[in-house]
């Protein structure tokens, strides 16, 4: 673990400036936090469920998931986090985590005190709405995770799936028009939708077929933006970005 440089901070005023407005004041204030950073490896847990941290994490590069897992060992795959994303932020106020993180691929990971971002919050007191829109923001992707699992068929789940995928990482600069790596293997993408491997599998031959996707070499390219929106059921409101959506 070593020291952070100014620029590692870019993820996060990426990610905050997708959903709010920073002046060039909190900007500077960002990049003179003092941050731990690590290497960590793919399916590496980051912190788990149960624990009381004093830090936060956050995403620098590389794709993580929040997950749950039930009584009998089944991981269920709650949210995708991407650079930017401080996935444990609500740790500043609750004691107890109730969700575990873990890394997708290799990642670089930040690691903030929680009396330095109280602190930040304090000397610049916009940083406390910035970070209670980015819990609100994640409450929301819970939600359409909710209604996503729960009452779409799991063609459509991927679909929406995708979409979102495709807005968050161009929110944050890594996808272009409509293609973006996207590094999640069909068994994370099962453990997200709550299907089978075999049944993802027939899922993404369905899509690539209909001529909406190209799913190759862990990059996506959306053929047909408008129609998987469509079959996806996608409303980018419940993202909250103030970014111009793809088109």
Not at 89 to 95: D, G, I, T
Request: charged share 25%; aromatic share 6%.
């Amino acid at each position: 673990m070593r020291a952070s440089s100014p620029h590692e901070y870019s993820p996060l005023i990426s990610k905050l400036e997708s959903i709010f407005t920073l002046t060039e004041e909190e900007r500077e204030a960002l990049l003179s936090l003092p941050m731990q950073v690590a290497a960590l490896k793919e399916d590496q847990d980051i912190v788990r469920e149960g624990d009381r941290p004093s830090r936060c994490c956050l995403i620098l590069s590389g794709l993580a998931c929040a997950y749950k897992v039930t009584g009998d060992g089944r991981r269920q795959i709650v949210s995708f986090t991407v650079p930017g994303d401080i996935p444990d932020l609500q740790s500043l106020h609750l004691k107890v985590l109730d969700t575990s993180i873990s890394t997708l691929t290799p990642c670089r990971v930040g690691f903030i005190q929680h009396e330095i971002l109280h602190d930040l919050c304090r000397r610049h007191y916009r940083f406390a709405a910035a970070f209670w829109r980015e819990t609100l923001v994640d409450a929301a992707i819970f939600r359409e995770w909710t209604v996503n699992v729960g009452r779409r068929e799991a063609y459509h789940r991927m679909a929406h799936v995708l979409c979102e995928m495709l807005m968050r990482l161009r929110a944050v600069g890594l996808a272009e028009d409509h293609a973006c790596e996207l590094p999640i293997t069909q068994a994370e993408f099962g453990d997200a939708l709550g299907v089978s491997t075999v049944h993802i599998n027939r899922v993404l031959q369905a899509l690539r077929s209909e001529g909406l996707i190209e799913l190759k070499d862990e990059q996506l390219n959306i053929l047909d933006w408008e129609r998987l929106r469509e079959v996806g059921d996608f409303d980018p409101t419940y993202l909250h970005l103030q970014r111009e959506a793809p088109r």
